[in-house]
């Protein structure tokens, strides 16, 4: 099946072979050895981690027919500027991720090697321990570092419709795990 590029009308990529083999060939990496199937295939999972791995600000444009998280409406960078279209961030990102699985056979989501947060190290007999926040798989730092400008600030990570309308910014504090929904009243029918 032929590789189909995101655009708001479903696709399977944020960005096609011959854009990838531009970017890499851009950035000195080799990927002559790489069948075009085989890159098809890592842009492939790249488009699916960074559709699962964040919530991102604003909300998809075409909630019918589009299939990936770009491109989307109500978008803004870090310094404001609205974004249209899938963001060139966005497209880099899910490059860097099939290079990722390409040239190391990355598993985009078995990884567990915690981000690099080591409490303690030692050699003979071998023994790792991680901080508490570290995260439970790897975590690709180029790609996040595209994503981050689109990304939902902890304050803004649930979506809009709890305590504002879509497509509104909630003027409701986001609640930080499931359980004050019920403080709520968000799971009875009775009305005061």
Do not use: C
């Not at 009308?9 to 199937?37: E, L």
């Not at 795990?177 to 968000?186: A, C």
Request: no cysteine; hydrophobic share 40%.
């Amino acid at each position: 099946m032929a590789l189909s590029v995101e655009t708001g009308s479903g696709g399977d990529s944020f960005g096609s072979v011959a854009d990838w083999k531009t970017w890499a060939t851009g950035r000195g990496r080799d990927y002559a050895s790489f069948a075009d199937a085989d890159i098809e295939a890592a842009l492939r999972l790249g488009f699916d981690y960074i559709n699962t791995a964040r919530r991102y600000k604003g909300y998809i444009s075409q909630a019918s027919t589009q299939v990936g998280a770009f491109p989307r409406e109500g978008l803004t960078d870090w310094d404001g500027r609205t974004v249209t279209g899938v963001p060139q961030r966005v497209i880099w990102a899910n490059f860097e991720l099939a290079w990722a699985k390409l040239t190391s056979g990355a598993d985009l989501y078995q990884d567990q090697e915690r981000g690099g947060r080591v409490a303690s190290e030692s050699v003979g007999p071998i023994s790792v321990s991680y901080f508490a926040d570290a995260p439970s798989q790897k975590v690709f730092t180029a790609a996040m570092r595209l994503l981050d400008p689109y990304a939902r600030s902890n304050q803004d990570a649930y979506p809009p419709f709890i305590g504002g309308a879509a497509g509104q910014a909630s003027t409701e504090e986001a609640p930080t795990s499931l359980t004050p929904l019920f403080g709520l009243n968000m799971h009875s029918n009775n009305v005061d």
